[in-house]
């Protein structure tokens, strides 16, 4: 069973960046592919980005590709996700997640183990 806590959220001004930590415990995730999801008001949870268990493999949203970075650092159990130039619809709780289920590497079933999320606000 893994545990995962993400961190690093926070209120900004548009245009700033932040980098989001997710941590993992319990479980081994070097092996496993690991995903950010996020959820703005009033909306259903979406894909942010994913990565390979070796980090050589990404996916992004289209509407964060070229913004946002995933990475990995195994041997500290970590997932990352870099954000830069963010917009105020950029504003949502952002959930870490590992790939558990089927072949998707986009779809929310097909992660699981999630965390608790971190809150990112992002003002005009």
């Known amino acids: 069973q893994v545990h995962l806590v993400e961190s690093g959220g926070g209120m900004v001004q548009a245009g700033d960046s932040l980098r989001l930590s997710c941590a993992a415990s319990?479980?081994?995730?070097?092996?496993?592919?690991m995903g950010w999801f996020r959820r703005a008001p009033g909306k259903e949870r979406e894909f942010v980005a994913s990565?390979?268990?070796?980090?050589?493999?990404?996916n992004y949203a289209d509407s964060m590709e070229g913004r946002f970075r995933i990475s990995r650092v195994n041997a500290n159990k970590t997932v990352y996700l870099q954000m830069n130039n963010l917009k105020p619809e950029d504003t949502a709780i952002y959930y870490c997640?590992?790939?558990?289920?089927?072949?998707?590497?986009?779809?929310?079933?097909?992660?699981?183990?999630w965390g608790q999320g971190t809150q990112v606000t992002v003002t005009v």
């Open positions: 997640a590992v790939r558990q289920y089927g072949d998707s590497w986009v779809s929310e079933s097909a992660f699981g183990s």
């Open positions: 319990g479980d081994d995730i070097s092996y496993l592919g």
């Open positions: 990565i390979s268990w070796s980090g050589d493999s990404t």
